[in-house]
């Protein structure tokens, strides 16, 4: 079972940062492919960021050129450095781990509100 868990949410202004990042458990942290979603009020949760165990990325449109996903294995974390926040960001934050091996797992989430 994998363990998932979030943090570095917060409250920031327009134009601010932020960095979550996701502890998993376990020594096969380096086999999932890794993303962050987000879900805001009255929404589906949709991808904002994905990075494979090779250690490729993907982005949401959205977030291109704004957010950068990184993964240290040695540490068994992965992290999302948000820039330029926008109001449009404010929503709970989700870590995910996958592999066609274990599956998906999920964090409870962390809240992250853009507000002047």
């Known amino acids: 079972q994998v363990q998932l868990v979030e943090s570095g949410g917060g409250l920031v202004q327009p134009g601010g940062s932020l960095r979550l990042s996701c502890a998993a458990s376990?020594?096969?942290?380096?086999?999932?492919?890794m993303g962050w979603y987000r879900q805001a009020p009255g929404k589906e949760r949709v991808l904002v960021a994905r990075?494979?165990?090779?250690?490729?990325?993907d982005y949401a449109e959205s977030v291109k050129g704004r957010f950068t996903i990184s993964r240290d294995n040695a540490k068994n974390t992965v992290y999302l450095q948000m820039d330029s926040l926008k109001l449009d960001d404010t929503a709970v934050y989700y870590c995910?781990?996958?592999?066609?091996?274990?599956?998906?797992?999920w964090g409870k989430g962390t809240l992250v509100t853009v507000s002047s």
């Open positions: 376990g020594s096969i942290f380096s086999i999932f492919t």
């Open positions: 990075i494979y165990n090779g250690g490729s990325t």
């Open positions: 995910n781990s996958y592999s066609p091996a274990y599956g998906n797992h």
